[in-house]
């Protein structure tokens, strides 16, 4: 069995599919697409070494999904993020697909295989059954390949035709402007690229997402510290007497970023802004909500829920609890009803009833984005 390794590029940027989820978190049932794209093609073939490449603010998540998977940070275009990828690679041999092309089959893939041998890169096509213009003059479509992934190309041909300035779409195209020998087989139609989300209606092996709810669980503290104003779910709850803290000491949006992270297997709100970071020194908290609700609904969720319970001896939190409610609501972008915000005492026990400081706890509840209905 021949050594070689996968590499699935899925570090795009998802624009022409032009939705507030990225196409590569899109879940096949609970499975995020570059995952199921990977596992498939592994399913095919034991590769020596698999590589992923993801946008560099995705890659701790898609992390927490794989400890066998080598993820490499991915570049503006795909060639870079091939580039990079092929920095790691350590087989004669090498398996370029993109993530977006999901539904590769065995025949393919033995087809593909077949011709290794005999050139520095294998490229699967289907042929064009339209009628093809190319600026106003119809050209003979039998001449047209339209050229698919995944590539089968000998490592070192590929890494040296990737030392160039130009960016090319694929990678036979940078082998061949190098000279480098192509062959070309029978690709399938069901290796189609996901490109925009109509698309997604032509995919027969992807399989709807899961209708799971996940719950994920917050707490946080925050000692009071005078001198400041007191932001308690992004409303002003207090002029003079604040808390203490790195940011502006939101500790209710704190333990709900907690919970929302929690829900996603996302970690925790240290991870995503420690708190020794001077870019968050003083930061207003609802903008650190505002991103991870977008990191949320981008890696594949909807926010269906969330429940905030304050525990405070001070200051008398009644009046504020429709404000904070609308307020949070507004930022996730979900209706008030589903967003309850609860106030208690401690009757005077622990440091909460010392009023030493004020303790909350959230739950938040996520649900796959359901791409069935695009
Ligand atoms: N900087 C990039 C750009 C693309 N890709 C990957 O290359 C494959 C083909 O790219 P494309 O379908 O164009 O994906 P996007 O670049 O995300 O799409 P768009 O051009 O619509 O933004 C995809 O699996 C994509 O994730 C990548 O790894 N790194
Ligand atoms: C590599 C590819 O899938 C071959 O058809 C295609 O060139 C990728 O183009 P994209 O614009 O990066 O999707």
Request: hydrophobic content about 40%.
């Amino acid at each position: 069995m021949p050594e070689l390794t996968l590499i699935v590029l899925g570090a795009g940027s998802s624009s022409r599919f032009n939705q507030r989820v990225k196409k590569q978190w899109l879940r096949i049932e609970e499975t995020p697409l570059w995952l199921f794209a990977t596992q498939n093609l592994q399913h095919l073939f034991p590769f020596t070494q698999v590589i992923v490449t993801t946008s560099p603010d995705e890659t701790f998540y898609a992390q927490k999904f794989s400890n066998t998977i080598h993820f490499v940070e991915g570049g503006k275009s795909r060639q870079e993020s091939l580039h990079n990828a092929l920095l790691h690679v350590n087989t004669p041999y090498v398996l370029v697909s993109d993530s977006a092309r999901p539904c590769i089959d065995q025949a393919m893939l033995v087809r593909l295989l077949a011709e290794m041998e005999n050139a520095d890169i294998v490229v699967p096509y289907v042929p064009v059954v339209d009628t093809v213009v190319f600026e106003e003059a119809t050209i003979d479509r039998d001449a047209v390949k339209r050229i698919q992934t995944p590539q089968l190309s000998r490592t070192e041909s590929l890494r040296k035709a990737l030392e160039t300035k130009i960016t090319y779409t694929d990678d036979s195209s940078a082998i061949k402007a190098l000279g480098g020998k192509v062959a070309y087989v029978l690709g399938s139609e069901r290796a189609k690229k996901l490109t925009c989300k109509e698309d997604l209606h032509d995919m027969a092996c992807l399989k709807a997402p899961s209708t799971h709810a996940f719950v994920g669980y917050g707490f946080d503290v925050h000692a009071y510290e005078e001198g400041k104003a007191m932001m308690l779910g992004g409303i002003c709850v207090h002029d003079t007497i604040g808390f203490k803290a790195h940011s502006d000491g939101d500790v209710a949006i704190h333990a709900l970023i907690d919970a929302l992270l929690g829900a996603a297997g996302a970690g925790d709100i240290g991870e995503l802004f420690p708190d020794n970071d001077p870019r968050y020194k003083n930061i207003d908290s609802k903008t650190l909500l505002k991103e991870v609700c977008a990191f949320i609904h981008k890696v594949g969720f909807d926010i269906s829920h969330c429940d905030i319970a304050i525990m405070a001896e001070f200051p008398r939190l009644s009046p504020f609890k429709d404000a904070i409610r609308f307020c949070l609501a507004d930022i996730m972008e979900l209706s008030p009803i589903h967003v309850n915000v609860k106030a208690t005492t401690t009757e005077k026990l622990g440091f909460v009833g010392r009023k030493e400081g004020v303790a909350v706890s959230a739950t938040a509840t996520l649900h796959y984005y359901d791409w069935t209905h695009v």
